[in-house]
C-alpha cells in the first residue's frame, strides 16, 4: 500500500508529456535568413498558439496543431517586413498563406511518460500554402505544470513555393534556420 501512495505521489506531482491534451500558453520564432554575399537577419514573432492531444505513448506522437501568424514577424526594417510579407510569404492569399502550422508531431524515440532534455522530432510543416515533412531537434525541460521547449529546425524555401528574396542584388539563401521557444500546459488546467 505504502508504495502505491509514493508512486501516486510521484505521478501527480511531476507533469508528464502523457496529459492528454495540451494548450500552447506562449511561444515565439525566431526565423535566422543567411544572405547571400555573407552575413544575416533576423525576423521574430510572437504569438504561437495551439492545441495538441496525445496520440501515441511511445514514441511520443500528437494530433492537432501549432500556429504561427506571420503577419507578426519583424525583421526590425519597415520596407523588408513589407517585402518578406507581400512578395514572398503572400500572407494576404489567405488563411493557408497567413500562418505556417506545425501538425502530426512525433518525439522520435521518446516516451510521453517521461521525456525531458534532448529530443528529435517530426511533423508536417504548413507555409506558403504548402505541407512538407520537417525534422529537427528539441529541448524539453519541465517546470511546474508547463513544459518548455526550444526546437531548432531548417527549412528549405524552395520547397514551400516562396520565390527567392532578392533586392537590390542581395538575396536571402535557400536554407533558414527556425528556432521556436513554447510554453504548454494541460488543457485541463491553469500554468503555476
Request: glycine share 12%; aromatic share 4%; hydrophobic share 40%.
Amino acid at each position: 500500500m505504502r508504495s502505491l501512495l509514493v508512486l501516486l505521489l510521484v505521478a501527480v506531482s511531476e507533469p508528464a508529456l502523457a496529459q492528454d491534451q495540451w494548450r500552447i500558453v506562449r511561444g515565439s520564432v525566431r526565423v535566422l535568413c543567411p544572405l547571400t554575399v555573407g552575413g544575416s537577419f533576423e525576423a521574430r514573432g510572437e504569438g504561437l498558439k495551439g492545441s495538441l492531444s496525445l496520440k501515441t505513448a511511445k514514441p511520443a506522437a500528437f494530433d492537432g496543431r501549432i500556429e504561427m501568424p506571420l503577419g507578426g514577424l519583424d525583421t526590425g526594417i519597415g520596407l523588408r517586413n513589407e517585402h518578406m510579407k507581400d512578395n514572398y510569404l503572400e500572407i494576404g492569399k489567405g488563411p493557408d498563406f497567413a500562418s505556417a502550422f506545425l501538425s502530426s508531431i512525433t518525439l522520435q524515440g521518446a516516451d510521453a511518460a517521461t521525456v525531458s532534455g534532448k529530443t528529435s522530432f517530426s511533423g508536417d510543416l504548413q507555409v506558403h500554402g504548402v505541407t512538407r515533412l520537417v525534422q529537427g531537434t528539441a529541448e524539453i525541460r519541465r517546470q511546474g505544470n508547463a513544459i518548455h521547449i526550444s526546437a531548432r529546425l531548417a527549412v528549405r524555401l524552395p520547397e514551400f513555393g516562396i520565390p527567392s528574396p532578392r533586392y537590390l542584388g542581395v538575396g536571402v539563401r535557400d536554407e533558414v534556420q527556425v528556432s521556436v521557444t513554447l510554453e504548454a500546459a494541460p488543457l485541463t488546467q491553469e500554468v503555476r
